[in-house]
């Protein structure tokens, strides 16, 4: 790669213009700190957007105040780790990110270096991700527990991240003659499907989570049980009063 190499865009010629240096290797490569982190490159890959910072601190602009450091590098003040995609950018001319970094993030370094395709691309993306957001339908995923009646205050009041009490159906008496309820709630999700915190060491899920919203056909929940000989429960499965308050403010719900 020659020090005064030109570059072509379809039928465009644009020669980047360098200031004489003591010896060739030192007018082609340019050594930058960003943040702490060095990062070497071409006069020519910075030459890339002649309206940009990196440009004008290629070229050693009077009118750009910049600094260097022990070593020789330019300063910059900014973060290295959105930088590299810039750097790529105009090393290749792609942007590519990986999964953690977020386009905004590099849409701020774009716009501090001034580099106005990248800057372009980037808000191309961001309209193109969020659209495709607004675009997923709302879901419900429903979970059924089951629960003595001694969990049912703590496990109502201790629902948090969306999930909303939805139906408290009894099922008579379980181990140790305490009644029992199965107990449904929902939440809303985008596109995923969530699962429901286990905030009691005694509650015990007999149900998967269920995705519900179809746009085409209406769905419902089946919640069935089967009968145990098993073991001997009580005759009684009239629900307490605390039960009763739950099972009312569920159906208006």
Known sequence: MAENSSETSGSVHRRCPTHSSPGVGASKWIRLNVGGTYFLTTRQTLCRDPKSFLFRLSQADPELDSDKDETGAYLIDRDPTYFGPVLNYLRHGKLVLNRDLAEEGVLEEAEFYNITSLIK??????????????QVPVKHVYRVLQCQEEELTQMVSTMSDGWK?????????????????????????????????????????????????????????????????????????????????LQERGSRM
Do not use: W
Not at 121 to 134: F, G, N, P, V, Y
Not at 209 to 217: A, L, M
């Open 121 to 134: 691309l980037i808000k191309d993306k961001i309209r193109e991700r969020d659209c495709k957001t607004s």
């Open 165 to 245: 009490f939805e139906q408290l159906v009894s099922i008579g008496y379980g181990r140790a003659h305490q009644a029992e309820y199965l107990l449904i709630v929902s939440r809303e999700v985008k596109g995923e499907e969530s699962a429901l915190p286990n905030n009691s060491g005694e509650l015990v899920s007999i149900g998967s989570s269920y995705n519900y919203g179809n746009e085409d056909q209406a769905e419902f929940l089946c919640v069935v049980s089967k009968e145990l000989h098993n073991q001997s429960y009580g005759t009684n499965s009239e629900p307490s009063e605390k039960a009763k308050i």
